[in-house]
């Protein structure tokens, strides 16, 4: 079975424009669920997304939003970026109504200059 | 959500068990234990979880004490490729989506 891929991998962008990252679960699952991973302040939960319907929410601004689709895949967009917003960003996937723990993709890197 | 404690760093050489702890004194009786190991530039990766049975899969052992306050994870036969930032997260099973990693532990696996 696939992991959860995560597009593009690497991403460079000024501050000041918006940025739209991309997250494909494992087959069969539900749930979505998208981190920030910085030096500073480790792993972050961004929110969480099921059924195309967002469940939690994280502590970060509102410039931080997401969707969910009906195959499941899922976005997550950042408007105007600031340095601060550069982080690896990580989408995890599980199936939503059992009891598996969350399976992560290797991120997205975004460098904001 | 009960805190983890897990020293900063740790050292094993190849071949043998490498023995993670984890303390959780506050934990509480629906709260299972999550590990999860991150290698550098990639996700986490799911190692394994328990309640209060012992538990066994393909990468790991989990050992937790009877009074729930405290785990171990076992690597039974570490290998170079075992080096990584291992966390020890502790959660209610319906709301692990929305996990709260600490510090973690930074295993060393030394040839």
């Known amino acids: 079975k696939a992991g959860v891929t995560q597009t593009p991998r690497y991403l460079i962008k000024t501050r000041g424009q918006q940025v739209t990252l991309s997250c494909s679960p494992i087959?069969?699952?539900?749930?979505v669920s998208w981190y920030q991973q910085t030096p500073g302040q480790g792993l972050q939960f961004l929110f969480e997304?099921?059924?195309?319907?967002?469940?939690n929410k994280g502590n970060f601004p509102g410039r931080f939003s997401g969707r969910q689709f009906s195959n499941s895949r899922s976005e997550m967009n950042v408007s105007t970026l600031e340095l601060g917003d550069s982080a690896l960003y990580l989408c995890?996937?599980?199936?939503?109504?059992?009891?598996?723990?969350?399976?992560f993709g290797n991120g997205t890197r975004l460098t904001v200059t | 959500d009960a805190k983890t404690t897990q020293p900063p760093s740790m050292d094993c050489a190849e071949g043998r068990a490498a023995n993670l702890p984890c303390n959780h004194s506050?934990?509480?009786?629906?709260?299972?234990v999550y590990w999860y190991r991150q290698i550098h530039s990639q996700g986490p990766q799911y190692i394994i979880h328990?309640?209060?049975n012992n538990e066994t899969n393909e990468m790991a052992s989990l050992i937790i004490t009877e009074d729930r306050k405290s785990s171990t994870l076992i690597l039974p036969h570490a290998t170079l490729r075992d080096t990584a930032v291992y966390y020890c997260?502790?959660?209610?099973?319906?709301?692990?989506?929305?996990?709260?990693f600490g510090q973690g532990t930074r295993l060393t696996i030394n040839p």
């Open positions: 506050t934990i509480s009786g629906n709260e299972y």
């Open positions: 328990g309640l209060k």
């Open positions: 997304y099921f059924s195309e319907t967002q469940r």
């Open positions: 995890a996937s599980r199936p939503g109504q059992s009891h598996s723990p969350l399976h």
């Open positions: 997260i502790v959660r209610v099973e319906a709301r692990a989506q929305k996990l709260v």
């Open positions: 087959s069969g699952h539900r749930s």
